[in-house]
């Protein structure tokens, strides 16, 4: 007896290694950066700027028709000191927007799974509002802003409508499909129980919801830049409260190519900064529970 329990602890010791004979693992953050999902696209990238710079040497064009990756960089450091002031401006009108998106869309799905003819009867135009081209009412949502406020204030609020409507819908879509998708055992089992419409909503209902929720944030978040960046093109603004838009469209005026770049990379590396963060919050919400964001072993 004393033999089998030495050969079975001589086992594990020889198919389990200790610690310290055990190689060291990068950290957490250290091993997300070299993984081959930040690796490759990192690869990618990289690749495309070469064959671009090498390209635009190659053939001798000039910049006023396609600068190189690096001229667009020295432009990007140059031109920093009025890039990026009119690039915080349209941050800040999306986050205003996207934010008053998250309200209003969450609000709304909520109203419409409380009543299948209250969906029924206002859904198809939440769907018009979305479909509607932006360029094409902003004019109009500027004139009619501006005849109640008056200043700076009144292209400002302009701007934020125009970007809301761009990013509301994902968020009322994504959660209306959410909140509609519960279990329906579950819901038969809260019925029994004589859970009320709160109740119901509260610890049912939303959690269900939480990743369609997730969802919908991700995508209007992009959406609320691209509905801000739009609406400065279409309202023109200038000044010390000019947008990034403005300075794009003043450097495709002015043939200053290299600056138009600079401004498009910023205004991008902005775009991909929200969905990064998004994605975080996804992943960091859903970690233990659901299946999108649960770590298998293997």
């Known amino acids: 007896m004393t033999n089998l329990l030495g050969n079975l ?37 990289v690749l495309v700027l070469l064959i671009w710079e090498i390209g635009v040497w190659a053939t001798g064009t000039p910049p006023y028709l396609l600068p190189g990756p690096s001229l667009v960089i020295r432009t990007l450091i140059s031109e ?43 859904f198809p135009y939440a769907v018009m509002l979305q479909t509607t081209p932006i360029a094409a009412i902003a004019p109009l949502i500027i004139l009619w802003v501006r005849q109640v406020v008056e200043g700076d204030q009144a292209t400002f609020v302009s701007l934020v409508i125009c970007a809301w409507i761009v990013a509301f819908f994902p968020i009322l879509s994504n959660t209306t499909l959410g909140l509609n998708s519960a279990d329906h055992n579950l819901l038969n089992l809260f019925q029994l129980y004589h859970a009320n419409r709160w109740q119901t909503l509260r610890y049912l209902r939303l959690p269900s919801a ?6 919908g944030l991700r995508i209007s978040g ?25 300075q794009i469209l003043m450097a495709s005026f002015n043939l200053q190519i290299p ?40």
């Open 80 to 122: 920093w000191g009025t890039l990026f002031p009119s690039l915080m401006i349209t941050l800040q009108v999306t986050i205003v927007a996207f934010i008053g998106a998250i309200v209003s869309g969450l609000a709304v799905a909520i109203l419409f799974t409380q009543s299948k003819w209250i969906e029924r009867s206002f």
């Open 259 to 298: 600056k138009m770049f600079a401004a498009l990379l910023m205004t991008t590396v902005s775009g991909i900064a929200i969905f990064a963060i998004l994605t975080w919050l996804s992943d960091f919400l859903l970690r233990h529970w659901h299946e999108s964001a649960i770590k298998r072993e293997n």
């Open 222 to 246: 992009g959406l609320a830049l691209i509905g801000a960046v739009v609406a400065e093109f279409v309202a023109g603004t200038g000044g010390t409260r000019s947008g990034i838009a403005y």
């Open 9 to 45: 602890t001589n086992s594990r010791r020889s198919t389990n290694p200790s610690k310290s004979g055990q190689a060291k693992q990068p950290s957490g953050v250290l091993a997300k950066l070299l993984s081959p999902d930040v690796l490759a696209p990192i690869a990618v990238g």
């Open 210 to 215: 939480l990743p369609y929720f997730l969802g």
